[in-house]
T-cell receptor
Framework: AQSVSQHNHHVILSEAASLELGCNYS??????LFWYVQYPGQHLQLLLK??????LVKGIKGFEAEFIKSKFSFNLRKPSVQWSDTAEYFC????????????FGSGTRLSIRP | GAGVSQSPSNKVTEKGKDVELRCDPI?????LYWYRQSLGQGLEFLIY????????KSGLPSDRFSAERTGGSVSTLTIQRTQQEDSAVYLC?????????????FGSGTQLSVL
């Protein structure tokens, strides 16, 4: 079955530290890839997405993610985190073969120490 | 409306009762999704509506769960004979055309607690 794995359930960093959140998916075909973020008390919102082309995609608030097809990975990065990045981050995969199936990972809670 | 609206925001019910959760998508969005988020779990896909097509119900966990979408707009998720394991946040999302890879706009969810 198709699945998305986010191995880090809770990450705690100090401000200005670098961030990398892992995301791996299991699907052999072509996919669209997403990172969504949920700030405390707010709705889930799109952070960035990959459809095709340059495997390094940039999103809002200085986030970027790199699609590595051979590793079935789409890790999220930010060179220097801020306290306001405290949130829950969800990786999601949409197989090309199924417009309806957007499969989410279990999420990674990011806590930033001021 | 300005965003996806869900009601109620919180629902406490007794085991065995039926509940109805409502979702009002963004006007003009033809695709509508229901997800369930349990504590410590990811978003579990439940059901997807796209225009007038038959819904994708493959994520519904049991026949106690059903959903409908009237007039291509408002959707209602019904859970019959609720169980304690149904306790979760139920999220609704909509997107413009239901094409693969579209951005989803989420509502704030309904927190369901089954006692």
């Amino acid at each position: 079955a198709q699945s998305v794995s986010q191995h880090n359930h809770h990450v705690i960093l100090s401000e200005a530290a670098s961030l990398e959140l892992g995301c791996n998916y299991s699907y052999g075909g072509t996919v669209n890839l997403f990172w969504y973020v949920q700030y405390p008390g707010q709705h889930l919102q799109l952070l960035l997405k990959y459809f095709s082309g340059d495997p390094l995609v940039k999103g809002i608030k200085g986030f970027e993610a790199e699609f590595i097809k051979s590793k079935f990975s789409f890790n999220l990065r930010k060179p220097s985190v801020q306290w306001s990045d405290t949130a829950e981050y969800f990786c999601a995969v949409n197989p090309y073969s199924s417009a309806s199936k957007i499969i989410f990972g279990s999420g990674t809670r990011l806590s930033i120490r001021p | 409306g300005a965003g996806v609206s869900q009601s109620p925001s919180n629902k406490v019910t007794e085991k065995g009762k039926d509940v109805e959760l409502r979702c009002d998508p963004i006007s003009g969005h033809t695709a509508l999704y229901w997800y369930r988020q349990s504590l410590g779990q990811g978003l579990e896909f439940l059901i997807y509506f796209q225009g007038n097509s038959a819904p994708d119900k493959s994520g519904l966990p049991s026949d106690r769960f059903s959903a409908e979408r009237t007039g291509g707009s408002v959707s209602t998720l019904t859970i019959q004979r609720t169980q304690q394991e149904d306790s979760a946040v139920y999220l609704c999302a909509s997107s413009l055309g239901g094409q693969g890879g579209e951005k989803l706009f989420f509502g704030s969810g309904t927190q369901l607690s089954v006692l």
